[in-house]
């Protein structure tokens, strides 16, 4: 455990913390003004430097550049004093190890960073190496542009001398660009450096302008960590360079090493607004759990399957208070969606599916098309209904259930009601035929199978019945409150009217999940 370095916030693999010096320091952060290097090993033998508590000390180092035989690193590998102040080490990504310091420093940086691959490989081979709850440093490779990258692979510091490199070069550095000095007529930043004349701005104040720019994205990127929305900028600002999209997708594929980084509830908006939005750690999760964990328990009623709405969560919708009008009980609803997959009625509520803000155009893309039908498959293999009935319109719904239906994986019928627009008359007047004499479910069953199914999706498969009983005769809760601030107790007195029992949980409406009492 580090002494000086305290993670506080996560977005993903990036981190909001604190390097607890005198004079404490927000990361992630521009570490030039409280960095203090004691040397290299190479050129002379170093002093063990004093403790110092105003600043984050580079140990006495040995680098090594990439390919560097372990016999090598070993015959040169530095002893480290216990210094009880702030201390960094510097490593490479291919020999990174646990020293006990606070802070480690990446001294192969400059030759990965720029190439996808190389630096997706190079992060995760440090951070596998290296205790969690130390910082990560890299220098010499930032600049406002890709700052937001680098703390979103898990970067925790950098420094500003990439920026000022380029400043001296007449490179002008904006957080989605890097310009040629001398092709600027007007200056497009108001930072000190940037209030004198155009004519008179030198490559001086090129440099200090370009710091400037990368301590300002520095504060976006923390502010954006602080609200969990880090992503959706990620997602625009990897547009303007193709070694951000590929790092991007590329650490989209590392799902192990994003998902046990990513909160699992939250209340952040997700905006899906890019391809790569399917690829996220909570959508992919969601679409994993709801195929493998969750479990109809409506096994009287036959799937209706709706279209989302814009308003969440659906129920709160005009259109889908519509389907209920129609539906009244007598059908499980479960709305199909891009780029979620497919909600149960249950997990309407749950992050991230009614914390999300599509982009509605009417038209789906290959992708989406794709994924939902995916999604839509395996859920119809894992669960039994005697039929499903499609309420969806022709744009990209119906594709997606004609897919499924001719899956011959998946063998159950399909119906189709609406017949243009799912809310017209006609088409609600079909759907409320599809379900003549069909039982309908109880207010009770609903709430007890919602808490269930809430359960089945936090805790793991066949939870929900394991913590309050399965759904037969024998239940062994009450649901108190109005949905969706449902509160669950223990039936002690076995079904008899009266009191409830010891409380288990109460479903929380910002997450959609549970919250356990110590008796739950």
Known sequence: MTDYFEVHERDGA???????LADPVTTPALADSFLTDAGSLWTAEREVPEADETALTVLPH???PAGTREEVRESFRVDHPDID????VVVDSEGARDVGADAYVVADASGFVGHGEAFRDAILSAKSALPADAALL????????????????GVDLVDGSLARTKGAEGKYLTADAEHFLEDLTELPCACPACAKPRASFTRADCAEHNVNALAAELRRVRERVRAGRLRDYLEGQARHDGWLTATLRLFDDQWGYLEERTPILRDAELTAASAETLDRVEIQRFADRVTSRYRNRFSDQPLVLVPCSATKPYSDSQSHRQFHDAVTWRGHTVSMTSPIGVVPQELETTYPAQHYDSVVTGDWSEAEIEFVAEVLRRYLERNDYSRVIAHVPADGYREICERVASDPA?????????????????????????????????????????????ADYVLGDAAGDAVFGDDGSDARIRTTGRYPKLQVWADDDGGRE???????????????????TLAG
């Open 85 to 88: 102040a702030p201390t960094a």
């Open 14 to 20: 990036a981190r909001l913390g604190e390097v607890r």
């Open 498 to 516: 009266g009191e409830p029992g010891t409380q288990l949980a109460t479903m929380v409406p910002q997450y959609g999940t549970l919250s356990f």
């Open 410 to 454: 998946v063998d159950v019928p399909f119906e189709y009601t609406c017949v243009d627009h799912p809310t017209t008359d006609e088409s609600l007047g079909e759907l409320n035929a599809a379900l003549a004499g069909e039982p309908a479910y109880s207010k009770r069953e609903r709430e007890h199978n919602t808490v269930r199914a809430i």
């Open 62 to 64: 040995r680098s090594f």
């Open 138 to 153: 890299l220098s010499g490779v930032a600049t406002p542009a890709n700052v937001a990258t680098l703390v979103a692979a």
